[in-house]
């Protein structure tokens, strides 16, 4: 988390707005994405009413290119997420019938507008928008975060690389490597084992809004601060 604050900082001026989320609700999210390899999982997050983002923190990392009440929540920290849904790449995007109800179904669309941001993950793809996920994201009022995972075995569908956006990784500076299979040469980091087995090799965390502004990602700590927040102002100063 220290090392993703720190890109998030040297990157800051590439981004719109930015987003708080605090570390041990990310560590969760990454724990139900590993308990539910290989399918991909919907999460719906809200943010806290009463706890808005550190105004020195807000200083610190806004870019050149901010923008004000850029979406819904802009201001105010992740507060709680639950997952809403499990399934491939096509149905993942949408409520099932319980997290729906027929009074503000049509209203809603097919995201049902019950959180404020949404995160669904990418097993083994980058944590870049795809078609469906810029589609699905028209009916988000907050942000919408991709969370990208890079396992072995692979399975039916491998990792593919030639795909155009901007990659946001965890650290992986002190993983072990290992050689990603008996025949290939090439060496990976092993982060650790999900629960199903997968050796997990790279984890990505990106935010966008549905004008296809990047969002800024801070993984914040009890207080409000971002992991690492000592080293980046001294670095700073």
């Known amino acids: 988390m220290r090392s993703y604050n720190a890109e998030s900082y040297s990157m800051r001026h590439a981004y719109a707005a930015q987003l708080h989320l605090p570390g041990p609700l990310f560590r969760d999210l990454v724990i ?18 009463d706890r808005k983002n550190i105004e020195e923190v807000e200083y610190a990392f806004e870019g050149q290119e901010c923008v004000s009440n850029l979406f819904g929540g802009q ?24 997290w729906t109800d027929d ?25 870049i928008p795809s078609g469906a996920d810029t589609d699905a994201a028209q009916e988000t009022t907050g942000v919408d975060m991709i969370l990208g995972l890079r396992f072995s075995p692979e399975g039916p569908l491998p990792w ?10 965890l650290g992986t500076d002190h993983a072990v490597k290992a ?7 090439k060496q990976l980091p092993i982060l650790g084992f999900a629960p199903t087995g997968h050796a997990i090799h ?3 965390l990106i935010a966008f809004h549905k004008s296809g502004l990047g969002v800024n990602v801070l993984l914040i700590d009890e207080s409000g601060y971002p992991y690492g927040w000592d080293d980046l102002i001294q670095g700073s100063s």
């Open 32 to 49: 139900w994405a590993l308990q539910s390899l290989p399918d991909e999982i919907l999460v719906g997050l809200d943010v806290n009413a």
């Open 75 to 98: 201001g105010y920290v992740v507060k709680e997420a639950h997952v809403v849904n499990r399934g491939d790449s096509y149905s993942v995007h949408h409520l099932p019938e319980e």
């Open 103 to 127: 009074l503000f179904s049509g209203q809603r669309g097919s995201r049902a507008g019950r959180f404020t941001h949404w995160l669904h993950t990418h097993p083994n793809a980058p944590a």
């Open 160 to 169: 593919f690389d030639d795909v155009d956006g901007t990659r946001r990784s």
């Open 179 to 185: 050689k990603r299979s008996w025949f290939s040469q």
């Open 202 to 204: 790279d984890i990505q």
